[in-house]
């Protein structure tokens, strides 16, 4: 079993800034995508910015210049920094990864419960 647990969310007023931080663990023999989705309230779930294991990313166009998403493979952890934090960006952020936990199984899409981002204006 794989599990990616999340931590960092939180309440902060418009402007701030929050990190958001998961760990994979468990069976796991090579991670091919990690990111972050959002869910807002009444909306689907979106994609906010990923990053490959050779550290290409890719952002939503409502978070670049403002998030940046970085990775330690060999910790299996991705990270997400958030500045200058809108209102709009509140929202349930999930962490995701394309898990490998064998040499000879296919990547399986994993996902963690979720942190509350809440941004106060």
């Known amino acids: 079993q794989v599990q990616l647990v999340e931590s960092g969310g939180g309440l902060v007023q418009a402007g701030g800034s929050l990190r958001l931080s998961c760990a994979a663990s468990g069976s796991i023999f090579s991670i091919r995508v990690m990111g972050w989705y959002r869910q807002a309230p009444g909306k689907q779930r979106e994609l906010v910015a990923a990053i490959t294991r050779d550290g290409t990313t890719n952002f939503a166009d409502s978070v670049k210049g403002r998030f940046t998403i970085s990775r330690d493979n060999a910790k299996n952890t991705v990270s997400l920094q958030m500045n200058s934090l809108k209102p709009e960006d509140t929202a349930v952020y999930y962490c995701?990864?394309?898990?490998?936990?064998?040499?000879?199984?296919?990547?399986?899409?994993?996902w963690g419960q979720g942190t509350l981002v809440t941004v106060s204006s």
């Open positions: 995701n990864a394309d898990v490998r936990s064998t040499w000879w199984s296919e990547y399986l899409e994993r």
